[in-house]
């Protein structure tokens, strides 16, 4: 895949600088004077269908809804709830029922088809165990309904205030909010375990914040893994030619 670099006088975010290190966390960090600019080229991307069983530890599932699509801002691409599959294979997302463990048919009872993200290089076994018991530790809590419906107007908020938070991060007069709630919507639980597991650094959390980020940023955020292929919910299951993963990766 094309990887362009350019330079500018302008550092992105006012200063702020997202890496990945070599043990697969990523960080945040103030630079002064260049800007980096790393973008990739959007590609047709071949169509590959997944069977259950090829699930792997550490897979995120993004679910399709064509009824949700351009509902809500955040729902844009129709894909309206996102799941994270456990070392043990169990399924754990948070819906209208609260945090709980599911199945593939399960959630096709509510949705079209799942894609697929994945990046094997994240999930260390110290890391998939820390995920077992961060799910066991969040089963039964409730959904956040409420903070579902923030996430817009908490986005802009985030960009008003994000280089002071940085800035007061790296001076040590600001802590990012703490990531285990009592109350989870979907993609706030797996931003969450994300960071509790170490993919996310604390750093990088004031960025990829569980409180702002939707089931779609997830999607483009290659923190989470990388497009590895669909799930069909039956056999001549038709996936959109527009769909967000046929045109990009």
Known sequence: MPI????????????????????????????????????????????????????????????????LQGEAEELQNGYAHTAINTYKNSILESSAAGVKTT?????????GHIAVLRNKELWSEERLLKLDEYANDQIGKKFNSI?????????????????????????????????????YFCSELITSTFIHVGIIDESASILLSPEVFSPEDIGRDKAFGFFVGYILPYEGYNIPENDTFRTSI
């Not at 199945?103 to 949705?111: N, Q, R, W």
């Not at 908020?157 to 009592?182: I, T």
């Open 103 to 111: 199945d593939l048919s399960s959630l096709f009872e509510e949705y």
């Open 4 to 67: 362009t670099r350019y330079r500018s006088n302008r550092p992105p975010n006012g200063g702020i600088s997202r890496n990945r290190i070599p043990n697969g966390r990523v960080i945040t960090r103030p630079i002064v004077g260049i800007l980096i600019v790393i973008f990739q080229m959007e590609s047709l991307v071949q169509l590959k269908i997944l069977k259950e069983d090829e699930l792997e530890p550490g897979d995120i599932l993004l679910c399709y809804s064509s009824e």
């Open 147 to 183: 903070g579902m419906y923030k996430v817009p107007s908490r986005k802009e908020k985030q960009k008003e205030v994000v280089m002071e938070n940085v800035e007061g991060y790296f001076d040590g007069s600001y802590k990012p909010l703490a990531y285990e709630k009592n109350t």
